[in-house]
């Protein structure tokens, strides 16, 4: 017999997964509890608080997922203008490999949960970490205390958007295009910063 | 008596509004008609295609709408440095207006129809629309003719994805951010033209 929190971690990966595809009001629970291989009626059990409950654990689930990416391609680089321009490339292979059907796992339920206070504060964590590991390694790169904060802004919006069009387009193009002008626009404030 | 087209006017204007705010699946006809003041039942008399028709409609006439307040900010800037910074402010304005209601009236709709193609392409053809515009603008401005379609790229993702953090986060700081790296990055191309 599978134990609990197997089922639990299950129905948040697939839930995180469907949030991600189709967004919050298009996912259905008996479509979560199928695809995770749970029994129909079991959700209360797990998720006291619904569907709420469990869109607020799955976007911090796969927050904290693509932030341990995200950190790991940023470490890596020797520069935070390779950092961006490496972040950018991976999420543009997801992209591909997915047909398009994987963007942010947080772009299309926020955009459709701004009056629920409890799920929209849980994207707006997630997206606070995010920059924060942007900002950091700005920072530590040579940007301008002053200039990273709002400049680890628009990394976040501009690779959001790019994900946004290229799906949109079914092609990695805008999100490159991205990734060139944000280079672009980092190294602008790195000369600034000597 | 009102006229069909007024009817018809008034349901795709109302449409345009609910999609913007709600998305496409989140969004019934039923509410469409109600809050449009159609007789229930009558969406297949005005769109014979459906909801599907329906969406397609109301985001080229909203797009549009959208495309000539842009235009008309661009327009009267005296160089696209301004223009932009005047594109974000406006922005800014209409999502303080409506309390964080009303985005862009593509963003939520494009998430969430990644699948369905005919919607999918009414989006990237007003997406392409604004491209276009801003490009257009930096090119007049100074911007060399090689970098202007993907400044104009970045320009469109960036204003999109700022809008859903500041949304996201119901404070338009996040979109001012974008708004002051943007020109700061049209500078940078400028300095590079000359």
Redo the contacts between chains.
């Keep these: 017999m599978p134990r609990r929190t197997d089922t639990r971690q299950r129905v948040l990966h697939t839930a995180a997964e469907l949030f991600r595809r189709?967004?919050y009001?298009?996912t259905g629970l008996n479509q979560v509890l199928q695809e995770g291989g749970a029994p129909k009626g079991s959700l209360y059990f797990h998720f006291p608080g619904g569907k709420e409950q469990l869109a607020v654990e799955a976007i911090t689930l796969a927050g904290t997922e693509l932030c341990d990416t995200i950190a790991g391609v940023l470490a890596s680089a020797t520069d935070p203008v390779s950092g961006v321009d490496g972040v950018v490339r991976a999420l543009a292979d997801d992209l591909v490999r997915s047909d398009?059907?994987r963007?942010c796992p947080l772009?299309?339920v926020?955009?459709?949960t701004?009056?629920n206070d409890a799920i929209?504060q849980a994207?707006?964590a997630v997206?606070e970490t995010w920059r924060r590991l942007v900002e950091r390694a700005l920072v530590a790169g040579g940007v301008p205390e002053d200039v990273a904060?709002?400049?680890a802004?628009?990394t976040?919006?501009?690779?959001?958007?790019?994900q946004?069009?290229a799906?949109?387009?079914?092609d990695v193009?805008?999100?490159l295009?991205?990734g060139?002008?944000?280079t672009?626009?980092i190294r602008?404030?790195l000369r600034e910063g000597q």
Tied chains: 1, 2.
């Design positions: 189709q967004g009001q298009a398009f059907r963007g772009g299309t926020a955009q459709t701004v009056d929209r994207c707006a997206f904060p709002s400049l802004t628009m976040i919006a501009a690779v959001e958007g790019g946004l069009l799906r949109n387009q079914k193009a805008p999100l295009a991205v060139t002008q944000l672009e626009l602008a404030h």
